[in-house]
């Protein structure tokens, strides 16, 4: 289980003692659309990763107390109602799972899926999430009338934090948020895309996908979690 450690101190490392804490709030208060909701160009404020801003989304699970002590929420920069123009944009979760709730590979690999895929099935009213997992994008589109309503990264991260919390492994999340213009990006989208390549690799093992490793760019990864396993 110790696999996606490094991802998640490199994370934290680029987060660094910057930063905001937001409350959480469990049960949330924001409504959720129970929809995919279409938000109208009319109706918009701005954009979360719009445009060829960075928009990057991603999910690392770890049973280090110390990277993940307990639920938090995390904004570095501006909130949503301070926001006024497309900006670029980061949200990620770091999940403590509990010690030995892992079984297998197998459930390893279900686990990081189904906690990945919290993102769809998640609609804040106002909050109109875009994903294209083949480029790592998350775009997120902001409501005029829900933002003068009070729609802020601690209700749609305390919707999230309930979200993850489903899943009986997850102990505790630090949910971050980012709009933070100066932020390295790039170091935490190379970041996660080793995260993503380890995952791909759990794929293969428990797929027993059949591949010409000799040729295959994850070749040095996947030695690297038959390893760990």
């Given at each position: 289980m110790k696999m996606y450690d490094k991802t998640v101190g490199e994370v934290l490392s680029l987060i660094g003692n910057g930063g905001e804490n937001l409350p959480v709030v469990l049960p949330p208060t924001w409504p959720d659309e129970g929809r995919n909701q279409l938000i109208f160009s009319q109706d918009a404020a701005y954009e979360l990763g719009g445009g060829q801003l960075s928009a990057i989304g991603g999910v690392c699970i770890t049973e280090d107390r110390e990277a993940v002590g307990e639920d938090e929420i995390v904004l570095l920069g501006k909130d949503l109602p301070d926001l006024r123009e497309d900006t670029p944009y980061a949200r990620i979760a770091l999940i403590r799972v509990k010690e030995g709730s892992v079984e297998d590979t197998n459930h390893l690999y279900k686990l990081v899926r189904a906690q990945e895929y919290v993102r769809?099935?998640?609609?804040?009213q106002g909050f109109m999430m875009r994903i294209s997992s083949m480029k790592n994008r998350e775009t997120v589109r902001l409501r005029k009338?829900?933002?003068?309503?009070?729609l802020s990264f601690d209700k749609v991260g305390s919707m999230f934090l309930e979200a993850y919390h489903q899943l009986p492994e997850?102990?505790?999340?630090?949910?971050?948020?980012?709009?933070?213009?100066?932020?390295?990006?790039?170091?935490l989208s190379q970041s996660l895309l080793r995260s993503e390549q380890i995952t791909q690799a759990l794929d293969h093992l428990v797929n027993?996908?059949?591949?010409?490793?000799?040729?295959?760019?994850?070749?040095?990864i996947c030695e690297e979690v038959e390893k760990m396993l």
């Open positions: 769809y099935h998640l609609y804040p009338s829900d933002l003068q309503a009070g997850v102990e505790a999340v630090k949910l971050i948020f980012v709009t933070d213009p100066a932020f390295d990006y790039d170091a027993k996908v059949n591949m010409d490793c000799h040729s295959c760019a994850l070749q040095e």
